[in-house]
């Protein structure tokens, strides 16, 4: 089975569902940490900015859990800004887990892949993300955000000039950071931050 080339990002709850979307999906995959969305503003934020650059998918479980994340992400954003997407309510509970949800249903990481690959079939595109992108590891590296002595302080610098979570690790970082600018404002910011840091 070819992966599906997924244009917008796609919001799901946790990691698990993440794991199971990126088997068959070649995209840009945001989890919320499930309810700790709710006591993280840097998240929500993140969520917001890529709806409004780019419109998101929001795939949450059906069950109560997953009806109040998405109840609380389409409240953050103009509607023409989210596709609504929704799994079938199967019984049943994933392989990881000893007992079945409250709800007795399966969530995103426990759906056949079949099911998830038609479900996203009509959003697939090989249209790139416009003018963003092109940061790289190795960018990362040679300008000490990573692999280095104070990789980790310069990170939490470039999060917080982008309104971005501070928990995020290096790879999580430069995932965000390519859906929302390009190598040139990369550059730039890099150059602003270090001007800071030296003067003070």
Known sequence: MEK?????????????????????????????????????????????????????????????????????????LPKDKIIQLYIPQIEGKERRKKTASKAGLLGVEGMDTEI?????????????????????????????????????????????ALSLPDDMSANALLEAINLLINKETYDELIKTLSESNSDN
Do not use: C, M, W
């Open 4 to 76: 599906l080339k997924i244009e917008k990002p796609i919001i799901v709850e946790g990691k698990y569902d993440k794991i199971t979307l990126s088997s068959i999906l070649d995209a840009h995959i945001i989890t919320t940490g499930g309810f700790s969305l709710f006591n993280k503003k840097e998240t929500l934020s993140l969520i917001k900015k890529l709806g409004e650059k780019h419109g998101i998918i929001l795939l949450t479980d059906s069950d109560g859990g997953g009806r109040q994340i998405r109840s609380y992400i389409t409240s953050a």
């Open 116 to 160: 998830l690959y038609k479900l996203f079939l009509p959003f697939s595109s090989d249209a790139p993300l416009e003018n963003v992108g092109g940061i790289t590891k190795n960018d990362f590296y040679f300008d000490g955000l990573s692999g280095g002595e104070g990789s980790k302080e310069k990170r939490l610098l470039l999060a917080k």
